[in-house]
């Protein structure tokens, strides 16, 4: 086992010599941004004056928003991609970190096309992932195949940056059992208890539409970014996205922000970086070309 660790860390530093060697970007982090990034990428090359025949000049690993921001903390990436601000602690313990929002992305919320409901309320979202709710029929009398189905319901799991803009935007706490890893959601405030069914938890939108499409009692959350580039799959054509407070999720509705559950998408980086690439990258993002 300590010959396999030592083996990896190895092949990691030598990884990275190479990215470096070739003037390679390496960037880790959110699975939500990662689309904008990698739609950047041979237009980045453009902007910086090399040839598109050249490998590319960037590097992605889409992992999660932590794993994203620690990898610039350790100086192994040279840019994080997170979904979700620095929060106050975080800005405190690295004040050498710095974040440029370069996108607005929304929270969908997703059903079986089977499931007769339409719109729920946040009130009705919080109830549900919360465990005050429990089945379909107790938000919807039409809903006669889910009358007394119990509700599944799905979320990101909690490195990602969207399950942190979940549970910010409809204020409520976490926990995971440390036994079973399961994930425990209740209300804010010390009045109210950790629900007793665990949340089912996933990495990818790929898998949670899999899951819906499958067990049609289930509802799922993810990012609009990242849902848009599945429109064309034959699954997706199985699920619907709901309307929240009969507020329905266009373009419009989050640039005039009516539809209000909307998170940033953020670059990090190290502000003692030396790489000029960096600059460039951030540069580039916020220009009217990278727009």
Do not use: C
């Not at 998170?263 to 220009?287: A, C, G, W």
């Amino acid at each position: 086992m300590i010959n396999q660790l030592a083996t990896f860390i190895v092949l990691v530093f030598f990884s990275l010599i190479s990215f470096a060697e070739n003037g390679h970007l390496f960037i880790v982090g959110s699975t939500s941004a990662s689309p904008l990034i990698e739609a950047s990428e041979t237009a980045f090359s453009r902007y910086i004056g090399e040839d598109d025949a050249v490998n590319s000049s960037v590097v992605i690993r889409p992992i999660g928003s932590q794993k994203g921001l620690k990898s610039v903390i350790d100086q192994i990436a040279d840019v994080g991609i997170i979904s979700r601000y620095l929060n106050r602690t975080e800005l405190d313990k690295w004040p050498y970190l710095k974040q440029v929002t370069i996108a607005q992305d929304a929270l969908v919320f997703l059903v079986s096309k089977q499931n007769k409901i339409t719109s729920l309320t946040a009130e009705q979202i919080k109830d549900i992932y919360t465990g005050s709710v429990t089945r379909w029929g107790d938000i919807s009398q039409q809903n006669n195949q889910f009358f007394t189905q119990p509700i599944q319901p799905l979320s990101k799991g909690s490195a990602h940056g969207t399950f942190y803009a979940f549970h910010s935007l409809f204020e409520l706490d976490y926990m995971i059992d440390p036994e079973d890893q399961g994930l425990y959601l209740k209300r804010r405030g010390e009045s109210y208890l950790f629900s007793r069914r665990p949340t089912q938890t996933y990495s990818r939108f790929n898998q949670a539409m899999g899951i819906v499409n499958r067990e049609p009692e289930s509802t799922a959350y993810e990012s609009n970014a990242v849902m848009q580039q599945y429109k064309d799959h034959l699954g997706f054509k199985k699920i619907k996205v709901l309307d929240i407070d009969n507020i329905a999720i266009s373009e419009k509705s989050i640039r005039n922000q009516t539809y209000p559950w909307v998170r940033p998408l953020n670059l990090i980086i190290n502000t003692h970086t030396k790489n000029e690439k960096v600059t460039q990258f951030v540069k580039f993002m916020l220009s009217e070309e990278g727009k």
